[in-house]
């Protein structure tokens, strides 16, 4: 985080993840990323992805500090 003067909002930026705590360390955490893709036709294609969040510091300091999981799956479709 910038500064811990300020919450830990999420992506749409009006919810608030954690509030405001002055003085927390402001490391996050990381995360990795995985993707991949099949295309079995010209037009049509397949894609999976796999993350993995590793909570840090002030995600320790301010609360429940489990690691997160999610995935998707999804279909392009080109024409």
Known sequence: MATTD???YR???AAKVRPI???APDFVGSEI???GTYQPL???GFQ???SHF???AYVRATGPDSDADFGYIQTLINF
Request: net charge negative; aromatic share 20%.
């Open 54 to 56: 590793f909570s840090g």
């Open 11 to 13: 992506a749409n930026g």
């Open 33 to 35: 990323d995985l993707t």
């Open 48 to 50: 999976a992805g796999y």
């Open 42 to 44: 010209k037009w049509l």
């Open 6 to 8: 300020d919450a830990w």
């Open 21 to 23: 705590t002055p003085g």
